[in-house]
Nanobody, 119 residues
Framework: QVQLAESGGGSVQPGGSLRLSCAAS????????MAWYRQAPGQAPGKQRELVARLTNGGSTNYADSVQGRFTISRDNAKNTVYLQMNSLKPEDTAVYFC?????????WGQGTQVIVSS
């Protein structure tokens, strides 16, 4: 089964930038959307992850209001990779970021990569 592996997380000061990558171990057919979600520290286990950015197979994007204008989602089909460019980071962006690929058959999730924004 195809697996997703996120990378690029880390610690950064407010105002800094990070680029997250999510690489699939193989090709995923019939993709509907590729997305990044996040879960902030201390959130109740039952609380849903927050959708940060979504990219449809047709190329449309949508973003959470809190990241609009600062984050950009993109993909490289040749590398089976989706990216999240995060600029002007704020302390409230601190979270574990998860990659999701939703296909017609299955919804894939990565294990997450931690982002800490702190001075």
């Amino acid at each position: 089964q195809v697996q997703l592996a996120e990378s690029g997380g880390g610690s950064v000061q407010p105002g800094g930038s990070l680029r997250l990558s999510c690489a699939a171990s193989g090709s995923i057919p019939s993709i509907n959307t590729m997305a990044w979600y996040r879960q902030a520290p201390g959130q109740a286990p039952g609380k849903q992850r927050e959708l940060v950015a979504r990219l449809t197979n047709g190329g449309s994007t949508n973003y959470a209001d809190s990241v609009q204008g600062r984050f950009t989602i993109s993909r490289d089909n040749a590398k089976n990779t989706v990216y999240l460019q995060m600029n002007s980071l704020k302390p409230e962006d601190t979270a574990v970021y998860f990659c999701n690929v939703d296909s017609r058959i299955y919804s894939y999730w990565g294990q997450g990569t931690q982002v800490i924004v702190s001075s």
